[in-house]
């Protein structure tokens, strides 16, 4: 290798991705980051030009099958002796819109997603958009590392480590614990709101989210709110935990 092509070899490895914060963020570094660029394009900027393949759309749709295999993956393995329908609810509780819009806000995504801008209502702030770019992202890390690099990132992204069994809810107060978390990190109380109550009244199934500085950091569902709830306060205590640890 003559001393111009080490040279420009050593340029090369030195020089800073336009993506640092968010490669620490997901922990994975890419070999191609055009995976990634795609990943965050959003398809509003094929009316300059940009073909539909190169933005967030295709790589979506492997994502959400690269995620539901992990977290299917994760909870079959873990726990051997829930059913299927418990296994299937606490997979809902996991991958959602509002828990993936979170994950996205977590890791900045608006600072990063390529979009056309619209006044008052910026597409790279859509709850639905982010949780469309989390999953693209997961599809870009799949094509670019395989599945233990995806494996890698979901276990480092999504709350896992919360669900230390599948059971009946005892009367641990996940709800009393998520207050006292934002007390102690000097945060803002914490919004338990009703997103959806779907069913009869004599079975009605109710969704809640814990809301923080405008942000969903967790949802639920129950035959109550106050079960829904609870739910939802398990759920967001890790993410919020993973968002002070990454600052």
Request: charged residues 25%.
């Amino acid at each position: 290798m003559s001393f111009y092509s080490r040279l420009l070899s050593r340029f090369r490895s030195n020089r800073k991705s336009t993506y640092t914060l968010l490669l620490r963020k997901l922990g994975y570094r890419f070999r191609n980051e055009v995976h990634l660029r795609k990943a965050v394009t959003h398809p509003s900027l094929g009316t300059n030009g940009i073909e539909h393949q190169d933005s967030y759309e295709r790589l979506e749709f492997l994502g959400d099958a690269v995620l539901d295999l992990i977290i299917s993956d994760y909870l079959f393995q873990e726990y051997p002796d829930a059913t299927e329908g418990e296994l299937t609810e606490h997979r809902a509780q996991l991958v959602n819109q509002a828990a993936l819009g979170s994950i996205g806000f977590n890791l900045g995504l608006p600072d990063f997603i390529r979009s056309q801008t619209v006044v008052n209502s910026p597409i790279e702030h859509s709850e639905a958009v982010l949780s469309d770019v989390v999953e693209a992202i997961l599809g870009a890390v799949y094509l670019d590392g395989g599945l233990a690099a995806a494996q890698a990132v979901v276990r480092r992204l999504f709350p896992l480590s919360n669900f230390t069994e599948i059971a009946p809810f005892t009367d641990r107060n996940f709800k009393g614990e998520l207050i006292e978390f934002c007390h102690v990190h000097d945060l803002p109380s914490p919004e338990f709101r009703t997103l959806e109550k779907a069913g009869p009244e004599h079975a009605r199934t109710y969704t809640v989210g814990v809301i923080l500085r405008d942000k969903t950091f967790g949802v639920g569902q129950g035959r109550s709110k106050k079960k829904a709830g609870q739910i939802a306060a398990r759920n967001a205590l890790p993410l919020l935990q993973k968002e002070i640890e990454l600052g």
